[in-house]
T-cell receptor
Framework: KAGVTQTPRYLIKTRGQQVTLSCSPI?????VSWYQQTPGQGLQFLFE???????NKGNFPGRFSGRQFSNSRSEMNVSTLELGDSALYLC????????????FGPGTRLLVL | AQSVSQHNHHVILSEAASLELGCNYSYGGTVNLFWYVQYPGQHLQLLLK??????LVKGIKGFEAEFIKSKFSFNLRKPSVQWSDTAEYFCAVTLNQAGTALIFGKGTTLSVSS
């Protein structure tokens, strides 16, 4: 079974731009969560989607948003990029009968210049 | 706010040495506990998890962890490390009241010399 895939793997943007990252969960998984990983703050939860609905949200500004499609694929968007948004963005998926066990993708590394 | 503390930022061991990585969490309610590992250039992988039952849980690659509720701890152990265990290790919890959002510790980098 294929794992969680994320595209693109690397991205360079400039301040003020916006970016969209994509995540395809493991087949059959309907829950998708997003995390930000930085050297200073570590791994922080952004949000979780299940059946196209945001089920949980972390403590991030409104510039960070996401959505989930009917095929469970998810996208996250960051608008008005800031230098501090440079990070590895990780997506994780889980099966509805075992939602706590999350499987992570390789991440998208975003560099904001 | 709830948090997870990993006491060791960087641990350096020789092959065959024993390993114990500390993890404490600050939350008085029911938690689920996890250890994840990130090998160089690879994605986060689940090592082991504890939801309930026997507080000593065994995971992949010979790792085990013990949940001590009175100490709010979930330490990771391995009796004999190998060079291939070189990686970053993350302790994480989910709070039953907060769904599946993982709260991670800052991680411990383990370097094993052969």
């Amino acid at each position: 079974k294929a794992g969680v895939t994320q595209t693109p793997r690397y991205l360079i943007k400039t301040r003020g731009q916006q970016v969209t990252l994509s995540c395809s969960p493991i087949s059959g998984h309907r829950s998708v969560s997003w995390y930000q990983q930085t050297p200073g703050q570590g791994l922080q939860f952004l949000f979780e989607y299940f059946s196209e609905t945001q089920r949980n949200k972390g403590n991030f500004p409104g510039r960070f948003s996401g959505r989930q499609f009917s095929n469970s694929r998810s996208e996250m968007n960051v608008s008005t990029l800031e230098l501090g948004d440079s990070a590895l963005y990780l997506c994780a998926s889980s099966f509805e009968t075992n939602p706590e066990t999350q499987y992570f993708g390789p991440g998208t590394r975003l560099l904001v210049l | 706010a709830q948090s997870v503390s990993q006491h060791n930022h960087h641990v350096i061991l020789s092959e065959a040495a024993s390993l114990e990585l500390g993890c404490n969490y600050s939350y008085g309610g029911t938690v689920n506990l996890f250890w994840y590992v990130q090998y160089p250039g690879q994605h986060l992988q689940l090592l082991l998890k504890y939801f309930s039952g026997d507080p000593l849980v065994k995971g992949i690659k010979g790792f085990e962890a013990e949940f001590i509720k009175s100490k709010f701890s979930f330490n990771l152990r391995k009796p004999s490390v190998q060079w291939s265990d070189t990686a970053e290790y993350f302790c994480a919890v989910t709070l039953n009241q907060a769904g599946t959002a993982l709260i991670f510790g800052k991680g411990t980098t383990l370097s094993v010399s052969s």
